[in-house]
């Protein structure tokens, strides 16, 4: 399973010791999870998240974001980030997105 292990460590010291966060091997990605809900999944050339509805066009404007394809089929409601545009405050903000749709918040 191939994932950015830099990536993924940066996440982790994101999340830092939130028990309500685990890890888990899914999607040919490293899941974070928030009480079983996936919060990214950090995968070999960025970040894979939920996002809601009423946000999706608004967020596939932004840089570096595009709709998830997994083997050929559009995953609705997920999109990928590029790790290239991924600095820290982009980081950040992605995974409060990500969180955001995980606690309903």
Do not use: C, N
């Amino acid at each position: 399973m191939a994932y950015d292990p830099v990536l993924a460590e940066r996440v982790r010291e994101r999340v830092g010791s939130d028990v309500a966060i685990t890890e888990k091997r899914m999607f040919g990605s490293l899941a974070f999870l928030w009480d079983g809900h996936i919060v990214v999944g950090v995968q070999m050339e960025g970040l894979l998240l939920r996002v809601a509805h009423e946000d999706l066009d608004a967020v596939l404007r932004e840089p570096g974001v595009a709709v998830a394809d997994m083997g050929g089929k559009t995953m609705k409601g997920w999109v990928t980030v590029d790790g290239a545009y991924l600095d820290d405050d982009a980081l950040d903000r992605w995974l409060q997105v990500g969180l955001d749709y995980a606690t309903g918040a």
